[in-house]
């Protein structure tokens, strides 16, 4: 079996965030948003029925989970990248082969290797630095378009597009770019 792409990534505190903002769960996203709209819809009825000073607590109770629901990201990556560094005293790093039937997932830190099929990919995303593996499990399995061993990161996203027949894309030939 020959090897199509190799790619190193390491998850660095960067690499994690960006993965945690690409699978951000959209029907959360809605949630908060509908949360925060419902609490600035009774307040501002409060205010109408007469109690103006009841706009307050809505308007508080808004920002303070808007904010929590913006940052989360953030604050699961701090997690992340920290965990790695107690636990292997350094930066979780993966190396991905990909084959013409499925791909392996190599963590070199903790020494555990994974065999995927591409039928399990549901999205492929990508920012400026990496391409996102979305699988079914919500797991992430990232690639970074620097770090490519065999192959460039412009040969490969042709064909994990191809070969992820499951996907979900946005308009165009590139993959879909927002996740949520």
């Known amino acids: 079996m020959e090897v199509k792409f190799e790619n190193c990534c ?3 505190k960067d690499a994690l965030l960006a993965m945690n903002r690409k699978s951000r769960n959209p029907v959360f996203v809605a949630a908060v948003i509908v949360l925060c709209v419902a609490y600035l819809v009774n307040g501002i009825r409060a205010a109408i029925a007469g109690y103006p000073s009841a706009l307050v607590l809505p308007f508080v109770f808004a920002a303070v ?4 629901a913006y940052f989360l990201p953030n604050m699961q990556a701090a997690l992340e990248y920290r965990k790695n ?3 292997f005293g ?3 790093k993966c190396i991905t082969k990909f084959y013409d039937d499925k791909f392996v997932v190599e963590n070199l830190t903790n020494g ?3 065999s995927i099929s591409y039928g399990r990919i549901r999205r492929v995303a990508e920012d400026e630095r990496y391409i996102f593996l979305l699988l079914d499990t919500r797991v992430i399995s990232p690639v970074d378009k620097t770090d490519f ?3 460039t ?3 490969f996203l042709p064909f994990i597009t191809a070969k992820a027949v499951n996907t979900k894309r946005g308009g ?3 993959p879909d770019n927002a996740l949520g």
């Open 10 to 12: 390491t998850l660095t």
């Open 149 to 151: 061993i065999g192959g």
């Open 112 to 114: 555990t290797t994974a």
């Open 153 to 155: 990161a412009e040969d």
């Open 172 to 174: 165009g030939d590139k």
């Open 65 to 68: 989970l808007g904010a929590f």
């Open 85 to 87: 560094l107690v636990a």
């Open 90 to 92: 350094r930066e979780a």
